[in-house]
């Protein structure tokens, strides 16, 4: 079976390319922006018996050209940023993901690919208040002021209308923030990860959760709906979404030069949270994670979504834990920062 994966130097794209070589049967093609980009291609190149081919994803022609002879297209190629720079780097992302699913969806078609296995996310889900029921696959967010929730939510609803249009074989699945190791560049989650080995709670942990599930889990979840007879979307999570509080405690468990939170902060906190974020970005270092527009988004309320047609219909399960997969981003990111030269953290 012949399978292009594209975004393959992501975090997710990476490791499900990993995942997709260690089972039988595979002949993995993985698309990158730039052939010449040695950072991108290297670890790939290293993975062994995998071939790579140049792709832009709005960009129909190489489109074409990668999915000759493809029987199973993996479109996990998306920027993921909740900080951006600018409009201008808001608007790429938001067409990468909706004219990327069009022109990929479409290429898709005329290829004659038997399935599409299409990334998206729980940021498509609607949160959730407290006390109130977890959301499954049928729920839809209707709050789109985040950009990348918005990216992610019109693109595989985009996705859905296409693949009605074409009679396309898809299958779409949701996970949580993605951890854990296989990265070469950071992601939002990376990110928060980061901040906290960094202090970014030292003061205290909002009272907000984030929903997380290993890449590697992601990858596997990815394979069984390629292999399995199934349609349809699927959240792809761990069963709790932990709270920053949870996040703080287990990385300084981990390792207690992290520091940990010392409270959970008052809830009328969290209006402040984009001026914290933006000191803690300039007195220690950490990375921006919080924005205006993200805080209001998910104050008072909850990630919270079930994985259980995942579970009932792809027999999937997380297999590493919050502390194990934790663990492993954290060595992944001291490997990180040594490379780029940074001053050593916890």
Known sequence: MKVLVTGANGHLGYNLCKALLARPGYEVRASVRSLGDAAKTAPLRALGGIELAELNVRDRAQFDAALMGIDILFHVAATYAIVTKGAAETEDMIRDSVEGVDVALNAAASAGVRKVVLTSSVVTLPLRR???????????????????????????????????????????VLPGGVGGPGFQRRTPTIDMVEGIMLGSLRLGAPPLNFSYVDARDVAEAHALAAEKDVA??????????????????????????????????????????????????????SPRFATAAGIATVDGRLFNCSNMRARRELGWAPKFT???????????????RRAEGKRRMA
């Open 130 to 172: 407290p006390g109130e029921p977890p959301a499954t696959e049928a729920d839809w967010t209707s709050d789109l002021r985040v950009p990348y929730n918005r990216a992610k939510t019109e693109a595989e609803q985009a996705a859905w209308r296409i693949a009605a249009k074409h009679k396309l074989n898809l299958v779409t």
């Open 232 to 285: 349809g979307r699927f959240i792809v999570t761990n069963d709790q979404g932990p709270s920053l509080m949870e996040y703080s405690r287990t990385l300084h468990d981990i390792d207690p030069a992290v520091p940990a939170a010392p409270m959970v902060m008052p809830g009328f906190m969290n209006r402040f949270l984009p001026l914290l974020d933006v000191m803690n970005a300039k007195l220690i270092g």
């Open 322 to 336: 919050l502390r194990e997969s934790l663990a492993e981003t954290m060595q992944a990111l001291r490997a990180l």
